[in-house]
Protein backbone atom coordinates (compact mmCIF):
# COMPACT_ATOMS: atom_id res chain seq x y z
CA UNK A 1 0.00 0.00 0.00
CA UNK A 2 0.80 3.03 -1.18
CA UNK A 3 -0.25 6.76 0.58
CA UNK A 4 0.90 9.57 -0.27
CA UNK A 5 0.59 12.78 1.44
CA UNK A 6 3.33 15.50 1.02
CA UNK A 7 3.09 17.11 3.94
CA UNK A 8 3.82 14.52 5.95
CA UNK A 9 7.14 13.86 7.29
CA UNK A 10 8.50 9.91 7.41
CA UNK A 11 8.79 8.42 10.99
CA UNK A 12 11.36 6.12 12.14
CA UNK A 13 9.11 3.58 13.48
CA UNK A 14 5.51 4.68 11.80
CA UNK A 15 3.58 3.90 8.42
CA UNK A 16 -0.25 4.00 7.95
CA UNK A 17 -2.04 1.46 8.70
CA UNK A 18 -5.75 0.80 7.06
CA UNK A 19 -8.29 -1.60 7.67
CA UNK A 20 -10.68 -2.22 4.21
CA UNK A 21 -13.67 -4.47 3.52
CA UNK A 22 -14.71 -5.51 -0.28
CA UNK A 23 -18.35 -5.64 -0.94
CA UNK A 24 -19.32 -6.41 -4.36
CA UNK A 25 -16.03 -5.06 -6.26
CA UNK A 26 -15.87 -1.92 -4.29
CA UNK A 27 -13.60 -1.08 -1.56
CA UNK A 28 -14.08 0.52 1.67
CA UNK A 29 -11.07 1.84 4.09
CA UNK A 30 -12.77 1.12 7.30
CA UNK A 31 -9.96 2.84 9.19
CA UNK A 32 -6.90 4.85 8.11
CA UNK A 33 -4.33 5.91 10.91
CA UNK A 34 -1.09 7.28 11.27
CA UNK A 35 -0.92 5.60 14.67
CA UNK A 36 -0.11 2.62 15.80
CA UNK A 37 -3.77 0.25 16.03
CA UNK A 38 -4.14 -3.23 16.68
CA UNK A 39 -5.43 -4.79 13.44
CA UNK A 40 -7.81 -7.16 16.38
CA UNK A 41 -9.76 -4.72 16.99
CA UNK A 42 -9.89 -2.88 14.48
CA UNK A 43 -12.08 -6.31 13.02
CA UNK A 44 -14.88 -6.25 15.36
CA UNK A 45 -15.51 -2.84 14.67
CA UNK A 46 -15.32 -3.15 10.79
CA UNK A 47 -17.59 -6.44 10.67
CA UNK A 48 -20.31 -4.47 13.27
CA UNK A 49 -20.21 -1.48 9.92
CA UNK A 50 -21.11 -3.96 7.74
CA UNK A 51 -23.90 -5.38 9.52
CA UNK A 52 -25.27 -1.80 10.23
CA UNK A 53 -24.65 -0.95 6.22
CA UNK A 54 -26.00 -4.15 4.65
CA UNK A 55 -28.29 -6.03 6.91
CA UNK A 56 -26.27 -9.12 7.49
CA UNK A 57 -23.05 -10.15 8.45
CA UNK A 58 -20.37 -10.84 5.62
CA UNK A 59 -20.29 -13.82 4.22
CA UNK A 60 -16.32 -14.71 4.13
CA UNK A 61 -14.03 -12.71 6.44
CA UNK A 62 -10.39 -13.18 5.58
CA UNK A 63 -7.49 -11.80 7.45
CA UNK A 64 -3.66 -12.50 7.75
CA UNK A 65 -2.47 -13.76 11.44
CA UNK A 66 -2.39 -10.64 13.09
CA UNK A 67 -6.46 -10.33 13.51
CA UNK A 68 -6.28 -13.99 14.89
CA UNK A 69 -7.00 -13.38 18.78
CA UNK A 70 -9.41 -15.12 21.32
CA UNK A 71 -12.25 -12.89 20.95
CA UNK A 72 -12.12 -12.42 16.89
CA UNK A 73 -11.91 -16.25 16.65
Known amino acids: MSIHQPHVRPIV ?21 WELFSEG ?13 YGNYPEVIQADKSYRSRENL
Open 13 to 33: RGKAKAAISLFNGYTRIEKLD
Open 41 to 53: NTMIESVEAYLRR
